[in-house]
Structures are given as C-alpha cells and as structure tokens.
C-alpha cells in the first residue's frame, strides 16, 4: 500500500500562486509515476499534471500549461504542484495520485492510478 497526504490549498485571488504538496510513504518502490487531478462542483476528475518518479517527462493538461509545473523531491517522497496565475476556473479539489504503470498514455487518466490521496481544496476567488 502507499499512503499519499496533500497539502498546501487554500482561499486566493486570482492571478495568485499556490504551491501542493504530496507525501508518499508505504510500498513507494511500486511507484513509477505521481499524478494530479481535480474535480470542481458538478464536475468531472480532471487530469491535471503528472511526472515519472525518477525523473524525465512531464505531462500537462493543456489549459495548465505554462501555469502549472509539476515536481518532485524524491529524498523526501514528495511531490508538488507549483500553480501560478490562478483563475477562478482553477477552483476545485485537487487529488494526488500514484501510478505503477509504466505507460505514459495511462498517466492522463484515473483508471492509471493506483493510488490517491484525500485531496485538498482550492478556491480562488475574483
């Protein structure tokens, strides 16, 4: 099992930053790659960003790109979500994910993912 806690949302205005955090711990070695989603009201998970664990590509939403950057500290079983200029848009909760797949068109997609965490809320306000 791998447990995977998020942190860092919270309430900002538009145009802001925020930085999440995700925290693996248990059986990591299963894990090939971390991912985020989100989820507004009313709407479906969304694929948000995802990374290999030990490095080389990211993958990014299209309307994140640019905006959003994906990285990780594998010292620490941690992996972030850098999100700059936020909109309103970008107001849901956001989930960690974690992936034994080694396909990469997997990581696009829930059903990729073994493992989530409970997620964390953003609100960002006009």
């Known amino acids: 099992q791998v447990q995977l806690v998020e942190s860092g949302g919270g309430l900002v205005q538009a145009g802001g930053s925020l930085r999440l955090s995700c925290a693996a711990s248990?059986?990591?070695?299963?894990?090939?790659?971390m991912g985020w989603f989100r989820q507004a009201p009313g709407a479906e998970r969304e694929f948000v960003a995802a990374?290999?664990?030990?490095?080389?590509?990211?993958y990014y939403a299209d309307s994140m790109k640019g905006r959003f950057t994906i990285a990780g500290d594998n010292a620490k079983n941690t992996v972030y979500l850098q999100m700059n200029s936020l909109k309103p848009e970008d107001t849901a909760v956001y989930y960690c994910a974690a992936s034994g797949s080694n396909f990469p068109a997997l990581l696009r997609v829930g059903h990729g993912y073994d493992y989530w965490g409970q997620g964390t809320q953003v609100t960002v306000s006009s």
């Open positions: 248990g059986r990591t070695l299963s894990v090939s790659a």
């Open positions: 990374k290999w664990w030990n490095g080389g590509r990211t």
